[in-house]
Structures are given as C-alpha cells and as structure tokens.
C-alpha cells in the first residue's frame, strides 16, 4: 500500500503547506513519514513521493543519500553516528571509533551481529567542543552523547541491549 | 544590446555584457581560467573550486554611490581570500588577478586535492589525450603531493548507468556536469549524486536507468573519462582519430557533427567510423547531438551494402557494368513518358533531387517524395526565413507544437523550444496525448484524432490561448504528422499556413511554418516541387519506377505488390532490401559519408557534409548517377562536381537564390568557444571551421504573393463497434534500415509497441506489456502493449516503421 494510501491525511497536510508549482519542497517532510512507517526508505515508498510529487526516482534517492539521517536499507535498531569531522578528529574521534568498533567486533558501516547496534561515520553534528561524540538515531528518536568515551559507549550499549531502550 | 560592464582581468581592459560570470568574461578575453565544474551552458554551482582568483572591487562612497578615488584611480577592496570566478558576476571597475601568486597556490592545491583520489589511469583511459583533468594538471598542477597514495578510494570502474554510458566510479571527480545536464538541458533527471563527501557518487535509481535520448552528451562535458559511451568505449586514442565535418541525416534538425575515423586492423586495414561528435552550430543544435544521432552511424558498414551494378538477366540479378545499367535504365525511362515516377527519399542530397527532378520533368514524368506527410509546398511558401535563430527567440514569440512529439521526432528541437521557454517565449502544444513537451508547454491542448484542423481554426479564439496567439509579434507553427497520413496533414498545414498568413506570421524572421518531417532532407525535396502520393499502391501500378534511396518492398506488403506489378524499376541505393530484390536494374550509391552534398533541414538552413570514408566498391553519387543516365536520355546535367550542382540548382529554385558551396562555407565567431586547446571548457564538442550554412527566403520574404489552398480532407474513417481507430505516432528508435544495424541501440529499439487507455486494455484484457496481435487494412501483426492513460479511448497508437505498415488512420481489430 503506498503511503498516499495509507496516510492520507497526513500526506494531504504535508502537501497544503507548499504552493502547488513547488510541491517538490514537500520530499522532506515525505521522506520522514516514510521512514517512520518501516524504520527506513523503501525503494518503493521513493517510488510513491516521486510519482506524488511529479519528480524522478532519481531526485528522491539523491534526497535521501545526501542527508545522514535517511536511511534506505534495513539496519541495526540503534544507529550510532559518530562524528569524525575535523574538529572532532583533533578532539580523538578517528581513535575513538576505532577502539569503539574494535570493541564491538565490526567495522564501520556495520551492524552488530544482534542487530543492535549500527556503527556510522559523519559529518559535523554540531557539538565539536564536546568530542568524542555521536548521536543515537532510532524509532524513539534521536539522541545526543557528547564528551563520550569507548568505557562510557560500551555501558549505554549494554543497557540499550537490556531495556530494549534507549537511556541516557 | 545588453548592457556592457567594464573590467580589468590580469592588467587587461575589457568590455562584456553585464551579467557575465567572470570565468566566462575571461574566456571571452582569451584569458585561462580553468574550470570543471563550470560550464558555459549550465548554471554555475562552485563545486569545484578549480577556479579561484583574487576579485578586487572598486569601493563606492556610502553618500554618493561615487568610486572613492586614491591617486585619481578608484580605489580597489580585495577580500582576504579567494573567490570563485565563476559564480561571481561582472561588476564596473572590477579588478581580476588570475595569475596572481595567491590564486595560483589556489588552483594549485584545488589539483591536488582533486588528485588525492584520481586512479591516474590514463594509458587505459578514453579521455586520455582529450581530457581537461590531465590538460589542466599539466598546466595548473603540483607536480607532486603531499597525500598518500594509499588512501585512494577503490571504487568500481565499469558501472552501467544505462546500456549506453558506463560509470567508472573512481576517475569521477564530482564537478555535477552530467547531473546539471540532464536536469538543466535535457530535462530529465535521471542521474543525480548519492551520499556525499568524499562517498559522493553518480547514481541512478530511475527505471530503466540512465535511458534519455541526450545521454550522449554528458559523456562530452565530463571533464574526466568518468563517463563514456558502450559504443566507444575502449575505442581508440583520441589521437589517433581523424575529423571530418558532417550533417547528421537522421532527422530535419540537421544537426551539424563530426565524423571521427580510424584505420582498423578489425577491418582488413580499412578506414571505419569510430564515433560521432556534435560540431557547434549554435543556431541549430548548439553544442549537442540526439543519442540516434550519435549511435546509429553503424548502417554505412552493414554487410548489405550494394557496391556494384547488376542487371536482371532471365529472371536473376547479375553483375553489370555501369554502361550497361546506366544504359538500360536510360532507355526504359526515355520510352516510358508520362508513365515514368522517380520515387526518391528525403535522405538524398539536394544535389540529387534536383537531378531526379529535372530528369523527371524533362522526360515528362513525375518525381514523388516517399513520405507520409503532406503540405509541404507551404514551408516553402510561408516556412521560417533567413535571421530566423531558434536559440534566440524569447518573450514576443509563441511556438506552437501541433500533432508532433518532438522529444521522438527531432529530439533537438525539443531542446530548443524547451530553453526557448526558459527565456520567456510562450509554447503551446497541441496533441491528443501526452507528449514530454507537455511538461515545458505555457498552454498543452487536448484535442481528438481529426480535430487538427478543427483545433487549428480555434487557435486565435478569445481566450488565454487565442490572446498568446495573436498578441504575439512572432509565431512559428511546428506541425507533424502524429495520427495523420497525407491527406490529414496536408489538410493541416494549409490550416496553419492559412492562420499565419492571416495574422502576418510570415515573410520575417522568427515566424512561419516548420514541417517534422521523417528525413533529414525532406524540405529540401519540397522546394525543390517534389509532391507526396496518398495513394502509392494504385499510383505504381504498371509504372516504370526509379526508386532512389527508398524500400516501399520492406515497409509495406501492399507496396511490394504494387512494386511486382510495375514495368519497370531501377533501384538506386545503398543497401539491399526488399526493393533491390524486385529490381530490374541496381545503381549502387555512396553512402552520405562517403561524398559531398548538402541537405536542407527542417528550419529551411542549408548546410554541407563532407566526405569522412573513401568510396566503397563501384559505387557512385547519387547525383552523379542521375546526370549519367540523363545524359544517355539526351539531356545534359551536371554529373561531375556537385558544387557546380548546387550553382545550376541555386540559379534554378528561387528560394537557393545566390546561395553557392563557398557561401555555405562561411564561418563567423560563435559563443561559448569550444574545441581547440581548451576543452576543459565546452567540453569535447569539435568547433565549427567549415560552414554555419545559410538560410533560404521563402515566397513570402521575397515579397511574392502566395496561394494557399485549402486542402478538404475526408474525415477520419469511423471504428465499427469491435474495433479500435490505430493511428500513427513516430518513434526516435525505429526498425528504418538507417537504424537497425546499430546493436547498441538494440535494447532501445525493442519490439513494436502500441499503446492505450487502461479501459480499453481492460476490456480487451490485455496486461501492461502483454503480447497482441492487431490487424487492419488487411495486414496483421504483433506488438506489445503499453498501457498510457493519456491516450483516448477507442484509439490505440502505432508506431511507424515497427514492422507494422501503418500510413493513416484506420479501424483496426487488437486481440
Ligand atoms: S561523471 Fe563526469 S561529469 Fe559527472 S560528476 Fe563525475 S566527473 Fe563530473
Ligand atoms: S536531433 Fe536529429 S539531426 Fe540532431 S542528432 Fe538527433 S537525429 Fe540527428
Ligand atoms: S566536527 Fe564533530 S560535531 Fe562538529
Ligand atoms: S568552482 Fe568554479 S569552476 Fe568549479
């Protein structure tokens, strides 16, 4: 069922808020409600804002890879992005991750073989005084652990993977 | 004229029109800045930042708005860092270093970066020896870096973004020029970037992928050997190529390209085409070319090619001489009379058509143009005239699209009536389906298959479109043949030339009639008195035919057997085909490759091809042939230089008047620069040394009066309550012999395909690309189906030359 089916209402006021000859504004706003629905972007639910909003398939996915928080395939049911821009590489971020992800036993791009947690590389958060940081991305939202180290990291992990939740 | 800025770049003084980009300002200057990302037909991005100069501006009294004067000279604000020269406009008094010590270390360290993950793989790279990254690295670069080797990213390197352009991940430098191109230009964005960064990729996630009949050119503008084409990948070495300018024959648009060649191993040491550039003609095609256009060369080396004359000796073709065809055919022309028909192709040269027509009217027969579309004596009357330049036109004009889908028809022509829209002209398409102008159109128009005329009558109506109309002071009507056969546009074009008349959109530039013709030469043909036959079965029954260029045998049964029934026929041509088979006697011809001509295009532009391969076989020019066989019915042409072809043709049509090789030869300044040592700024497209070509007047700009008749036209024949009403479209890819032999093309060109409404479909219980079988006039096939709610119900569309022998519309059975 396309999404347009499935929320109409919500579809329609996302719409209202843009002038017809601009609806293209609304891909935002409809990549969210898309992700809300699985946890990620269906190449189909591409398919249903492009046709919604006279674009191509191309232009929505170019949408959805630019932004770091669009996630287009099924992935662990934390994400953690870990800064490594540049202020956050003087503050130790590369060697943060890595020991991190040594921690974990994956790599970056990867997801813990639970399906916990997935490990992300990216661009300034803005919080670059307060490295090493990430933030935490899940269907609860999203969430910030700035000043971080990989003792610290390892414990919210643990008490992610009991309570099923997220703390803070 | 625009308003002019002046400025300083690097000490020296110039003049340009405001708005100017600095990047372009230099250029125009002679002054290098180098580029990527920007190009002179795109809107500027700064992506790149390859081109950071020092900008100094003169600072202007807060009070008086007046320069502020140091020593009597303005005084001039640098800011503290670089800037990009090309997304900052010209300003009065602007001061530019490009040389300076500062904005070199920029474009110095711009290179490195970019290098820091280039493969360098340049021996193995088609880009190599054309490619602006290698070019402006030698220029511009370090030399060495301060990076490591190891760090470059391993990406994959032969990623089909469509069947036709390959994506090697790791030589993209990221400057967006094809995805600007394709969104800009082309209008259809199917490639765009995923991630970003340094994970900044091409991508497409469009079904079927990178699929635009203008992928092609982003393979010119890349600056790197990121993109190439399936056809020319792995070619050759730019180097080793050889240039020669052409016309492209695909289309009317006539677009002007080069040819490049290369002696190949692969065949026997002979010379073979290698690729097809577009060759800038700004008035015409710019600086691109269609993907038919590009690809679809490969039928000049098809093994079918005719190369020597035979004769049908006891019911067999037979080897000949060229005296003994020639000779043969002379004499059953001569005794036919009135029963002799040249029926020739829009494809020839004008030189050949006016030599078939002057036989023809000197034996008293007839010369027929093998076409499906009529009406076109009144482009000659009342066409587009000289000054005419479509890449102007702009607030003032209304374009109007009736019956026609260029993006398929003359895809060029698209693009041009598309950024005409973007610079305020207003574009009205009519047409009874969808059709991709539909998207760019200031007023789409639905009508009914048979309402043309009717639709045409109401174009000055009061309404929003009837004011655009007749409020405008320029309007050019492009009419085709979508769902019409002769008689129907024939009955259409008198109603449009009718309209224009009336409202005075004829005799000046920016105004008049454009036929959307099915061949590259077609208009010429019409100014040079050729009519169209509607009924061509009947016509070539028990006629002595000379078929130049033409294979009414392979398109249509009915033709064929009209064919079989004739006294005679002489078949002068390329390759074999169904006709060459049924003919009495065969002329073997030079491909347009092979020899000179000129063709006149759809716009009335008259232009020159040269010869890019030598001669293959016996075979001969086609107006060469014609004066032979004249000659031996006792009647002199010029058979031996076809620029001395041209000069009896131009003293004898009136619209060619005074027009001569030397004249279409002429060149003038075009902007943007393109080819020569920089390409890293226009891209790979070749500059124009060999002629822009000429307009031709019409009746009406020459002041003469003009006729127009008003053609009746039988209404469309009415479906019985089991059938549908088939009607013709036209598609780019067709199954022409001028396009088949092209296998990269092959997936393009598919099977035929029939399209309508989703009821009917239903009603018909057919599935989106389910197989049919579909009969009318007697003639059945199969074809696939493509379910499009935009096409009206009870019809269903068919594509010409598909296999499927459609002229006009009529009432067909699908099961
Ligand atoms: S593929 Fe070529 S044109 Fe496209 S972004 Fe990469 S370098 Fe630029
Ligand atoms: S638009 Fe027409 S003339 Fe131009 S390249 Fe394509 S087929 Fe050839
Ligand atoms: S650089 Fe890491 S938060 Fe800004
Ligand atoms: S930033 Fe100016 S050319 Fe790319």
Known sequence: MSLLQ??????????SKYPADHKQSAVMPLLYLAQRENGYITGSAMQDIAETLDMTQTEVAAVVGFYTLYLDKKEGKYRMQVCTDLPCALRGADKFLQDLCGNLGIKVGETTSDGLVTIEAVMCLAACDKAPMFQIQSRDGLEYHEDMTVDKTMELVAALAKSGREVA | MDKQVTLTIDGKLISVPEGTFVADAARMADIDIPVFCHHPKLEPVGMCRMCLVEIGRPIRDRATGQFVLENGQPKIQFLPKLETACTNRVEDGMVVHTQSESAKAGQKSTIEFLLTSHPLDCPVCDKGGECPLQNLTMAHGAGKSRFLYDEKLHLEKRKPLGELIYLDQERCIQCGRCVRFQDEIAGDPVIGFDERGRSMQIMTSSEPGFD??????????????????????????????????????????????????????????????????????????????????RFAYHYTESKGRLTRPAIRKDGKLSRASWDSAIKLAAENFAEAGKNFVVLASGRLANEDLFNLKSLADHLKGDAVLYSEIGGGELTSAIGISPDTNLGEVGPGTTLVVIASDLYQEAPIWYLR??????????????????????????YVIRYAYGDEVKTVHSLDKKNKIGEAFTRSENVIIFYGSEGLGVEGSAALASACAKLLNEYGFAGKPNNGLVGVWQRANDQGAWEMGYRVEADLPRFLRGKVVYLVGVDPA???????????????????????????????????????????????????????????????????????????????????????SVSAAFDILSETIPSYAELSYSKLAEVQPQWPVVGRGDLYYGGTTYENKHGLGAHLTTTASRGENVHILRVHRESAPRPQENELLAVPVTRLYDRGTTVLPAKVLKNRIGKATISMHPDIAERLNVKNGGLVKISFDGHSGEALVQIDKTIPAGVVTVPRSMGLAIHEPVPAKVK
């Not at chain 1, 499935?6 to 719409?15: D, G, M, S």
């Not at chain 2, 190529?241 to 002979?270: H, K, M, W, Y």
């Not at chain 2, 290698?274 to 038919?292: A, S």
């Not at chain 2, 610079?423 to 760019?440: E, F, M, S």
């Open chain 2, 212 to 293: 635009s009949v203008f992928s092609g050119n982003t393979t010119d503008i890349c600056p790197v050997g990121a993109l190439t084409t399936a056809d020319f990948r792995f070619g050759a070495r730019p180097w080793e190529l050889e240039e020669f300018p052409s016309i492209c024959s695909q289309c009317p648009v006539g677009c002007n390209i080069t040819i490049n060649t290369r002696r190949e191993a692969a065949a026997d040491g002979s010379m073979v085409i290698k690729r097809i550039m577009p060759r800038q003609n700004e008035t015409v095609n710019e600086i691109w070319i269609c993907d038919k256009g």
């Open chain 2, 417 to 442: 009536l598309k950024q005409a829209v973007r610079r305020g002209a207003t574009l009205i398409v009519a047409n009874p389906r969808q059709t991709r102008l539909d998207d760019h159109a200031s």
């Open chain 1, 6 to 15: 499935k929320y109409p209402a919500e579809v329609k006021q996302i719409l």
């Open chain 2, 554 to 640: 392979g398109d249509d049964p009915r033709l064929a057997k009209a064919l079989e029934n004739a006294k005679f026929l002489a078949v002068q041509d390329i390759l074999e085909s169904a006709t060459s088979e049924l003919a009495d006697v065969i002329l073997p011809a030079q491909a347009h490759t092979e020899r000179e001509g000129t063709f006149t295009s759809g716009e009335r532009r008259v232009q020159r091809y040269y010869p890019a391969l030598p001669v293959l076989g016996e075979t001969r020019p086609d107006f060469a042939i014609t004066a032979q066989i004249a000659r031996q019915a006792g009647f002199i042409q010029e058979g031996t």
